[in-house]
């Protein structure tokens, strides 16, 4: 009688995974939205933070976005979550110019709206 690899391992039946991607945005305690836009605070300083919904597809991409971001004046950090699709600019910036900077690897790219683009779900925020 022939097993197969997956019976060997794991039985009769395969084993289930869930995927939660809500650990891929950064911790909502971080982020102060009182003046209506969000802001870092950072070690007692105030810092602006920029969120752009980027379709990147690959390591590539992602590498490529922030190559280019970081090229802009006044931004001293940049988070990629390929998972989310969410680009997270940190410093004082533009954020035309930013985003015009990110359409240059994606053309599909816009502001962050707070909802997850593949579900229109409210995003983790």
Request: net charge positive; proline share 6%.
């Amino acid at each position: 009688m022939a097993m197969s690899m997956t019976e060997c391992f794991y039985g009769a039946s395969e084993p289930s995974y869930i995927v939660d991607y809500s650990r891929h945005t950064p911790n909502s305690s971080y982020y102060n939205n009182e003046t209506g836009h969000q802001q870092l605070i950072a070690h007692g300083n105030v810092v602006p933070v920029l969120e752009l919904m980027v379709p990147i597809c690959c390591t590539k991409c992602e590498q490529k976005v922030r190559e280019l971001l970081l090229e802009v004046k006044g931004v001293s950090a940049v988070m990629c979550d390929q998972y989310n699709l969410k680009v997270t600019v940190i410093g004082n910036v533009d954020p035309l110019r930013a985003l015009k900077k990110a359409k240059q690897v994606k053309r599909k790219s816009e502001f962050w709206t707070g909802t997850h683009p593949h579900t229109n779900q409210p995003g983790h925020n």
